[in-house]
């Protein structure tokens, strides 16, 4: 449930009705939601060999009902009436293999409360077994054809109007084309992860391993979404919702891991682990809901079923709340506050706050997820996982509404690692209320980024790296000549994703290679990017590594590796860091040296890769670029010189060739794995050279360290 910030709420002596409080008639003696079977003396009887007819159940329904079994008709019946007969939607593609055993099956969507109907959603639809959780079906209130509208939730006022209003004017991805198979585009991404090792039991109680694979499989998968639709648009404005898409499909097909549901930690998700989208905390067991603050499950006692909560979403919705490091005051749901379509009301106790009642009673630990301002995007948030607490305090008060609002008092288990105190102080080194503790120097760039970065080391008493030049991109000696001459864009406005006469679109394969927001949407062996001879202005989406730096960096020393590179910013899988500058080396000085270099500060582009973990459109060969390109940053170079190696690393580099007329413009350009944290260090596999070298002992700490590095 989502939570604003506000001043203290803790509730007057003397002011609290106990008795309004705790008791309570439990949820099983409440009106059931149908009515009582209808004396069915007084109906003909239908002739011997009629079809059994069941007439399903009407809404309106409660926010947590959805239709079940036996009211699913068949497919037939659940057609669209303007869908051609003859192509139903929702047919899987039985030539695609997604490495999982259970076969999807032609049962229709299981579609919720307020859900839009299925017009334009042609995957593979919910299958009814063990590979969908039921209490997640409950509570999962989007449908893959959603039109995206913006992270809030119906919570807001309004919201359901304007969301209508899309779908009635968008013209997004037709998935029943066939000119977009979404399974072929799916098994495409799965090819490369050893999903065949994904058994029933991994989807159930998932590791490290497992919840990495799955947030990468979604991200790339909404990446890819999100270009689709990207190019078929005729304006760059309409907002769309990619994640419910590729999370919704992932979830009908049991691409997903920690299904079962369960009190305390999830097995490999971390305290401090940071999410984009709610879907990702679904697919790994963190937080079910989609929409919903309150995540809870049922315990059977001695005698009946309780709910216990077993995880919040604060993420400022609610009124009234009040943030710290390790208390959190948490308001109830219900109630419509912020709904301007409805009566407000005192809220109930029941759902989710009857959960927090009985967690309260327990004392069962809670997993609390915040939701924090994504700075680089106006309404989007980030969700981060700040560990266990356990609620210490109840009561019912008086809200800025005028009704009785349920309040809970949530402490934080001593002992784990500091996650949102840590996000507070960089805020603070940000706004200049507290000044970075043990800082060499403000700016190691001297105002060569448009970002400082900072160079600080809380280890020991070193001063500072080995002198070198600071300089933003790379020296050529000289010019790499074309065969033949390259030919830039026309698109003076900037290049637009569905402009399928832009040079640089088509030598992309038809795409722009990068979102509206700056992510790349997939690994190629080569990016194209506008170059000198094109005319598109600066800061058109195609020239992303020309930009310089988008988050504030910082230089620090380790205990044994020496000086690395973090960030004080959150990092969102695909995003760009930096690229790797320095002086480009020529093949003929390095033979002249007898081929071999100091290579404590050398990039070499000629390296194939060596990877515990897969990468996207990973291949385990070098990529194809159009001349061997070694970079020395010995003496001049940026950030990237202080990226140490890892064999679970969470940065890549991709080549980047820019537009230059009869020389080639080749770049190495840094983007994220997945979603890095503040304060985490930056690092990318080494790779392995073609020849025979010296190795390394390697420092990288990973669970899958080879124990050398080239």
């Known amino acids: 449930m989502d939570q604003t910030l506000g001043h203290d709420s ?3 002596s003397g002011s609290v009705d106990k008795s309004r409080v705790w008791d309570v008639t439990p949820l099983r003696r409440l009106v059931p939601v149908f009515p009582s079977q209808t004396d069915m003396s007084s109906f003909p009887t239908p002739p011997a060999g009629a079809p059994f007819i069941c007439v399903p159940p009407t809404g309106p329904f409660p926010s947590e009902v959805a239709p079940f079994y036996p009211f699913f008709g068949s497919l037939e019946s659940q057609r669209h009436h303007e869908q051609n007969p003859q192509t139903p939607f929702g047919s899987p593609n039985p030539n695609v293999s997604f490495g999982y055993n259970n076969p999807i099956s032609d049962a229709v969507p299981l579609n919720s409360f307020r859900s839009p109907p299925p017009s334009t959603a042609g995957v593979t639809p919910i299958r009814r077994n063990g590979d969908t959780d039921p209490q997640y079906l409950s509570g999962f209130s ?20 304007k969301s ?26 799965l090819s490369p992860f050893n999903v065949m090792e994904f058994d029933e039991s991994r989807k159930a109680d998932g590791d490290k391993e497992s919840v990495g694979y799955i947030l990468l499989i979604f991200d790339l998968f909404r990446r890819k979404i999100s270009q689709l639709e990207d190019s078929r648009e005729a304006t760059i404005t309409l907002t769309r919702r990619p994640d419910l898409k590729a999370g919704a499909i992932l979830m009908n097909k049991g691409i997903r891991t920690n299904s079962r549901k369960r009190i305390g930690l999830v097995p490999g998700v971390e305290v401090g682990d940071i999410f984009f989208f709610r879907m990702e905390m679904c697919l790994v067991g963190l937080h079910s809901q989609s929409m919903a603050g309150i995540d809870y499950m049922g315990l059977k006692s001695s005698q009946e079923e309780e709910p216990l909560a077993v995880s919040i979403v604060s993420s400022g919705g609610y009124e009234d709340n009040v943030e710290d490091a390790d208390v959190l005051i948490y308001s109830g749901q219900g109630g419509n506050i912020y709904r301007k379509d409805k009566d407000v009301m005192d809220q109930k106790l029941e759902r989710g706050n009857l959960a927090l009642d009985k967690s309260f009673h327990k004392g069962n630990e809670i997993r609390v997820i915040r939701g924090v301002k994504d700075v680089a995007t106006p309404s989007g948030k980030i969700y981060v996982y700040d560990g266990l607490y356990k609620i210490q305090e109840s009561w019912l008060e008086k809200g800025k509404s005028g009704v009785n609002v349920y309040k809970y008092k949530l402490v934080r288990l001593s002992g784990q690692r500091e996650v949102f105190m840590t996000w507070r102080l960089i805020q603070q080194w940000k706004d200049g209320i507290t000044s970075r503790s043990e800082v060499i120097l403000p700016d190691l760039t001297s105002g060569a980024e448009n970002i400082p970065v ?96 988008r988050v504030r960096l910082e230089v620090f020393k380790t205990k044994g590796k020496g000086w690395a590179l973090r960030s004080w910013d959150p990092i969102r899988a ?94 190495i350009a840094f983007h994220a794995i997945k979603h890095i944290p503040p304060m985490t260090e930056l690092t990318y596999d080494y790779g392995i050279p073609d020849k025979a070298e010296r190795k390394k002992n390697c420092l990288c700490g990973s669970s899958k360290c080879r124990g050398y590095f080239y």
């Open 10 to 12: 803790a509730p007057a």
């Open 164 to 189: 209508q209003k899309r779908r009635k004017g968008s013209r997004g991805t037709n998935f029943t084309s066939p000119e977009v198979d979404m399974d072929a585009i799916l098994n495409n991404i």
């Open 142 to 161: 989007i449908h893959i054809s959603d039109v995206e509208g913006s992270q809030g939730t119906s919570k807001s006022g309004g919201s359901k109007n």
């Open 574 to 667: 695909g995003a760009f860091i930096c690229e790797y500058a320095g002086e480009v080396i020529d093949m003929s000085e390095i033979e002249k040296l007898g081929g071999e270099i100091e290579d404590d500060y050398v990039f070499d582009a000629t390296r194939t890769r060596q990877l515990a973990e897969p990468l996207p459109d990973d291949s385990h060969e070098a990529p194809k670029i159009p001349f061997p390109l070694i970079i020395n940053a010995k003496a001049v170079g940026n950030v990237a010189r202080f990226m140490n190696h890892s064999c679970s690393p969470n940065v890549f580099w991709q080549p980047i060739l820019r537009e230059s007329n009869k020389d080639f413009d080749l770049h």
């Open 454 to 549: 900072s160079l600080v080391n809380e280890v020991d008493d070193e001063k500072g790296p080995k002198h070198f030049t600071y300089f933003p991109s790379l020296k050529y000696s000289k010019t790499e000549n074309s065969a033949e001459p390259s030919v830039g864009c026309t698109c003076r406005s900037g290049c637009l994703p569905n402009n399928s006469s832009c040079s640089c679109i088509q030598k992309n394969a038809g795409y722009l290679p990068y979102a509206i927001n700056g992510i790349l949407v997939n690994q190629n062996s080569l990016t194209h990017e506008c170059g000198f001879s094109c005319l598109c202005p600066s800061n058109c989406r195609n020239r992303l590594s020309q930009g310089g730096l």
